[in-house]
């Protein structure tokens, strides 16, 4: 059917809105707080997961895209925005704060959520395996996995007793993994020094603090701003001579030294898988939250080479991707 659907909630409130009727395509909203630009390189991920579902922009679903241009606190504004549309879907990326955002502004639309944090402790869904409410989507689990980023980074560098830790002070999730990598680090002897930056023109003072603090390796916590410019943060990290290990993959290619972390493509291709089913009538509250089951090690040896630092042959062998 291509009627537009309701399904009416207890106490009567119209939810879910599926899909229009056939002469207007369904209508899409998409959330992100980065800029258009910094997400272009990943948008085709998204696109791939609709596809899947049948549903191709400009020829059967329209999108309204709105870009935080790396300014979290303009989230609920543009989330409010899109919820005032007549939207069948509204897809949040790469943000905790956006998810929010959207579940502030709206509790019939259909939300589609990429985080990587737990949604259940931000109480996004009552549970991964049913979300019940309007919202599920999936999770990339980036956030779980900080601790881990330390024990590699130790891993790699046994004599290192001070790491830094770049965080973006606006990501509601920035304590929580604060705490787990300063709880990690303090496990295998080693002390911290927290930097923080949430606009371009924080990473220089941010890595001359970090210098001046005599950091001898850097983690790189999870962050949408932090992914945008990675290959901005391993150009300051590699010029001063810092082991950098990323959440993602793509920062390593970009010129980072390690990463460690799942595939944000696949999560935004199963977002947009996700988000397809709904166009088609699925229920939020059935759809459980995907979580991240694969996780890469990558390490790339010219930039290991370049900061003079021998990768033990045990990390290597454990490596999923080698960068010469």
């Known amino acids: 059917m291509r009627r537009r659907k309701f399904i009416t909630l207890l106490g009567g409130a119209a939810a879910w809105p599926t899909v229009a009727n056939a002469q207007t395509p369904p209508l899409v909203g998409f959330l992100s707080p980065t800029t258009s630009s910094a997400f272009a390189a990943l948008l085709?991920?998204?696109?791939?997961?609709?596809?899947?579902?049948?549903?191709?922009?400009?020829?059967?679903?329209?999108?309204?895209?709105?870009?935080?241009d790396d300014r979290s606190e303009r989230l609920p504004e543009l989330a409010a925005d899109l919820a005032a549309q007549r939207i069948a879907a509204l897809t949040t990326v790469l943000a905790t704060a956006a998810a929010l955002a959207a579940k502030l502004a709206t509790t019939t639309i259909p939300i589609v959520f990429t985080i990587g944090a737990d949604p259940v402790r931000f109480g996004l869904v009552s549970s991964m395996a049913r979300p019940t409410g309007n919202i599920t989507g999936v999770s990339f689990l980036g956030n779980v996995l900080a601790?881990?980023?330390?024990?590699?980074?130790?891993?790699?560098?046994?004599?290192?007793?001070?790491?830094?830790?770049?965080?973006?002070?606006?990501?509601?999730?920035?304590?929580?993994?604060?705490d787990e990598v300063v709880a990690a680090a303090r496990s295998l002897g080693v002390d911290v020094t927290i930097a923080n930056a949430a606009l371009d023109a924080d990473f220089e003072p941010a890595f001359e603090g970090l210098g001046r603090g005599q950091v001898e390796g850097l983690v790189m916590l999870?962050?949408?701003?932090?992914?945008?410019?990675?290959?901005?943060?391993?150009?300051?990290?590699?010029?001063?001579?810092?082991?950098?290990i990323f959440p993602r993959r793509e920062a390593a290619v970009a010129g980072g030294l390690m990463s460690y972390g799942s595939s944000i493509h696949d999560a935004l291709?199963?977002?947009?898988?996700?988000?397809?089913?709904?166009?088609k009538g699925a229920k939020p509250a059935d759809l459980p939250v995907v979580q991240a089951s694969r996780f890469e090690l990558v390490i790339n040896l010219r930039i290991a080479k370049a900061l003079g630092i021998a990768v033990p042959p045990t990390l290597l062998a454990r490596a999923d991707e080698v960068i010469d």
Do not use: C
């Open 222 to 244: 999870p962050d949408a701003l932090f992914l945008a410019r990675a290959d901005q943060i391993a150009a300051f990290a590699t010029r001063r001579g810092l082991p950098t």
């Open 269 to 279: 291709r199963q977002t947009g898988l996700y988000t397809g089913r709904i166009l």
């Open 44 to 68: 085709p991920a998204f696109h791939s997961g609709l596809a899947e579902a049948g549903y191709v922009e400009g020829r059967n679903v329209a999108i309204e895209y709105r870009w935080a």
């Open 147 to 178: 601790a881990k980023l330390v024990q590699l980074l130790k891993e790699l560098m046994p004599a290192a007793r001070r790491i830094g830790v770049l965080a973006n002070p606006s990501n509601p999730n920035t304590k929580h993994d604060t």
